[in-house]
T-cell receptor
Framework: KAGVTQTPRYLIKTRGQQVTLSCSPI?????VSWYQQTPGQGLQFLFE???????NKGNFPGRFSGRQFSNSRSEMNVSTLELGDSALYLC?????????????FGPGTRLLVL | SQQGEEDPQALSIQEGENATMNCSYK?????LQWYRQNSGRGLVHLIL?????REKHSGRLRVTLDTSKKSSSLLITASRAADTASYFC????????????FGPGTRLSVLP
């Protein structure tokens, strides 16, 4: 069974631009969570989607948004990019809920904002 | 502030030695999980321990959980160079709407 895939793996953008990252969960998994990882803040939860609905949201500004499609694939969008948005963005999937079960992580998308 | 806090922040040992990492958390949890991350890549799940469990083993890994002290430890026995990675604990306490909170991690270096 294929693991969690994320595209693209690397991305360079400039301040003010927007970016869309994609995540394909493990087949059959319905919960997808997104995390931001930076050296200064560590791993921080962005949001979780289940059956196309956002179920939980972390403490991030509204520039960060996401969605989930009927096939459980998820996208996250960051608008009006800032230098501080440079980070590794990780996607994780699980069967039903991320807090009671093992999450399986993708390799991440490394975003650099210049 | 983060729920899970690993200790130490960095650990350097020789191959064959045991490595122990600790994690403390602040509020009640349903479960605690340990993950490994190799050099800026995705996280790999190691082990999940539920709040009603005290100890769990998986290969060379041993995890303990003390809910009275709100702490957990991860022991890696007979370490190998391939164990070099960052190790994170994660708890399921909901804070600010989050449902999964990671600690800052322990960076383990296993020297050959």
């Amino acid at each position: 069974k294929a693991g969690v895939t994320q595209t693209p793996r690397y991305l360079i953008k400039t301040r003010g631009q927007q970016v869309t990252l994609s995540c394909s969960p493990i087949s059959g998994h319905r919960s997808v969570s997104w995390y931001q990882q930076t050296p200064g803040q560590g791993l921080q939860f962005l949001f979780e989607y289940f059956s196309e609905t956002q179920r939980n949201k972390g403490n991030f500004p509204g520039r960060f948004s996401g969605r989930q499609f009927s096939n459980s694939r998820s996208e996250m969008n960051v608008s009006t990019l800032e230098l501080g948005d440079s980070a590794l963005y990780l996607c994780a999937s699980s069967w039903i809920t991320s807090d009671q079960e093992t999450q399986y992580f993708g390799p991440g998308t490394r975003l650099l904002v210049l | 502030s983060q729920q899970g806090e690993e200790d130490p922040q960095a650990l350097s040992i020789q191959e064959g030695e045991n490595a122990t990492m600790n994690c403390s958390y602040k509020t009640s949890i349903n479960n605690l999980q340990w993950y490994r991350q190799n050099s800026g890549r995705g996280l790999v799940h190691l082990i999940l321990i539920r709040s009603n469990e005290r100890e769990k083993h998986s290969g060379r890994l041993r995890v303990t959980l003390d809910t009275s002290k709100k702490s957990s430890s991860l022991l890696i026995t007979a370490s190998r160079a391939a164990d070099t990675a960052s190790y994170f604990c994660a708890t399921d306490e909901a804070l600010y709407g989050q449902n999964f909170v990671f600690g800052p991690g322990t960076r383990l270096s296993v020297l050959p």
